[in-house]
Nanobody, 120 residues
Framework: QVQLVESGGGSVQAGGSLRLSCAASGYTYCMGWFRQASGKEREGVAYIDTNGRTNYADSVKGRFTISNDNAKNTLFLQMNSLNSEDTAMYYC?????????????????WGQGTQVTVSS
């Protein structure tokens, strides 16, 4: 079992930045960020595997950066140039299995979520 605890959400004006963090209670192979806006389906934002390989949704490429600190089992998401379409609940997810992907159904462990609200 792995427990995930997110932090760093909040409210920001369009064009601003936020940094999300996710602390894992143990080793994970793959960790990712997902988001779900009100009335919409959960979507993948970015993921990173234990070897540092990353993947981003087209909507956030060039604006968001995912990184991790393997020694501290912590995942980060630096979000720059935020706009109103980034408003959502952001979730950290993780796998122990050797699989990484954008399908949220493939992740075994989830954090409680942290709200990001961008006002224009």
């Amino acid at each position: 079992q792995v427990q995930l605890v997110e932090s760093g959400g909040g409210s920001v004006q369009a064009g601003g930045s936020l940094r999300l963090s996710c602390a894992a209670s143990g080793y994970t192979y793959c960790m990712g960020w997902f988001r779900q806006a009100s009335g919409k389906e959960r979507e993948g934002v970015a993921y990173i595997d234990t070897n540092g390989r990353t993947n981003y949704a087209d909507s956030v490429k060039g604006r968001f950066t995912i990184s991790n600190d393997n020694a501290k089992n912590t995942l980060f998401l630096q979000m720059n140039s935020l706009n109103s379409e980034d408003t959502a609940m952001y979730y950290c997810a993780a796998n122990l299995r050797w699989w990484c992907g954008t399908n949220w159904r493939g992740y075994d462990y989830w954090g409680q979520g942290t709200q990001v609200t961008v006002s224009s």
